[in-house]
């Protein structure tokens, strides 16, 4: 009977691996949904919907690691999740929530069309300038500063979608890793 009871609370490893796909799925799409929803409105609103204000969905991502980190905890007890399965499931999700979040940027970028961009680049353009005024300490040549003022100058798509592909993962990784590492027991 003992036996019989220790079998209905061990989960197989397959079983437990398509619990971290199916959570990394449902944490991952959600909270990159979020962040797409976010972009469009506030594309709607009159604002850039490029710009640093994107970073207020993005913040979204790695809580939504952790959140599914703990429910794996949670779903796999009495037993443990393992070091494994847990950066797994926080890591699966920030890469999701990425890739959603990165293919948004670019079909809204396609949506918006060209003056949109042009908005963009402008505002970018500003702050580098503003930068570039503001930060004594890293005098940069004149050189230098005008090829930043190239850069932006030739933003594209394909950039912007890196840029914020990597900001997400970035972002994710800094809460979901020490929470994987925390939340495996």
Not at 48 to 58: I, R, S, T, V, Y
């Amino acid at each position: 009977m003992a036996n019989a009871s220790e079998n209905l609370n061990t989960t197989a490893p397959n079983e437990e691996a398509g619990l971290v796909l199916r959570l990394a799925m449902r944490f991952g799409v959600v909270v990159g949904l979020a962040c797409a929803l976010w972009m469009v409105g506030l594309q709607l609103a009159g604002s850039n919907g490029f710009g640093p204000k994107q970073l207020l969905a993005q913040l979204l991502v790695p809580l939504a690691a952790v959140a599914s980190e703990w429910m794996l905890r949670r779903k796999l007890q009495p037993n443990r999740s393992g070091l494994g399965r847990s950066l797994g499931v926080g890591t699966l999700t920030v890469l999701i929530a990425a890739l959603i979040s990165a293919s948004s940027l670019v079909g809204l970028a396609h949506g918006a069309g060209e003056p949109a961009l042009a908005r963009h680049r402008a505002e970018v353009l500003e702050i580098v300038r503003a930068q570039q005024r503001e930060n004594p300490k890293a005098q940069l040549s004149e050189q230098a500063q005008q090829q930043q003022v190239r850069n932006v100058a030739n933003l594209n798509i394909g950039d912007m979608a890196i840029s914020n592909f990597t900001q997400v993962l970035l972002l994710g990784f800094v809460l979901a890793i020490p929470a994987g590492i925390f939340l495996r027991e």
